[in-house]
């Protein structure tokens, strides 16, 4: 099977603030996407929508509700980010090798904080796991959690499988529900704390020494790719898959109170050439002109 990979596409939010009329009424837009939508989070109106509700496959953007359960879980006292997480062998298993981990042992102790760290900056899918089974007991009671929370958020076109992205034909979410959950995740000081973050270095444990970690949003780290920093992007979650022809994501936030949401997807062939990407903004003034973002040549994408 030929092989496709996804890279993200930079915001869409500067077109797309710029360029819907003021009287709402929708135009077509020349977009490097095949389903988008700018949302009014503050008054749940939709600003622009192409395709927002069709379904399609959101690869490491998935990582965005496993983040908000995990801060949810901090908030309501269940354990603090200092807790200290004993890693289960179970966790650390059945992820395919082209898929990113930060390469945890059986019986390593970490902190949640940490974890998370690892979760949102490199999108390590062990440590989406480890979270899990901290969260919830098993990955498995997870993953319904996942789906209860999603049902809350009023995600109608969302189901997932896993807690980091891995591709199934039952593991899918829309634009419009991927930025109900980045809405929600970015109501926690840790988790905007977090994808604001460009690098990060997790400390030694009792198993391995210092890991020292890039964040994979262009935005807000110039390690992948260089030239597109902006200062009032609060951060975001790439996500990419390698599994067929198939939409990956990424969400990403823009100044301090998240007013608009933006979310869209977009399928290429061929390594350097494709695309998926969902983004969260806030109401302050996107830069313009952002350009299609270019990676590394060679670089393996999966699971980001």
């Known amino acids: 099977m030929k092989k ?46 192409m395709k927002a509700n069709e379904r399609a496959y959101p690869a490491s953007t998935t990582k965005v509700m496993t983040a908000l359960l995990v801060v949810a879980a901090i908030q309501t006292g269940q354990f603090s980010p200092e807790t200290v997480v004993i890693v289960n062998g179970t966790a650390v298993q059945d992820i395919p090798s082209s898929y990113v981990t930060s390469g945890f042992k059986a019986g390593e102790e970490i902190t949640v904080e940490e974890l998370l760290y690892c979760l949102m900056l490199p999108s390590s899918c062990d440590a989406a796991n480890v979270l899990a089974e901290a969260v919830d007991g098993s990955i498995e009671d997870f993953v319904a959690h996942m789906n209860r929370r999603a049902s809350e958020l009023g995600c109608q076109g969302t189901h997932f499988t896993n807690t980091y992205g891995r591709h199934n034909e039952e593991h899918y979410s829309t634009a419009y529900d991927l930025s109900l959950i980045m809405q929600a995740a970015l109501e926690y000081d840790l988790f905007r704390t977090i994808i604001k973050t460009a690098a990060h270095t997790v400390p030694a444990t009792n198993m391995s020494e210092e ?51 933006c979310a869209g997807f977009r399928a290429h062939g061929g390594a350097g050439r494709g695309g998926a990407e969902t983004g969260t ?19 393996d994408y999966a699971g980001r």
Request: net charge neutral.
């Open 211 to 261: 890991r020292y970690f890039f964040n994979t949003n262009g935005l807000i780290s110039n390690n992948w790719y260089s030239g597109y920093v902006y200062d009032k992007c609060i951060g975001g979650k790439t996500g990419n898959t390698d599994g067929g022809p198939l939409p990956g994501g990424a969400c990403r936030g823009w100044g301090r109170a998240a007013h608009l949401c």
């Open 281 to 299: 903004a806030a109401g302050e003034q996107a830069p313009a002109g952002i350009r299609l973002q270019q990676f590394p040549p060679g670089y």
């Open 4 to 49: 496709y990979r996804f890279l993200s596409l930079f915001l869409l939010i500067p077109i797309l603030l710029s360029l819907i009329p003021p009287a709402g009424a929708q135009e077509d837009l020349d977009l490097f996407c095949t389903h988008a939508v700018l949302l009014d989070a503050s008054h749940g109106e939709v600003l622009y929508n």
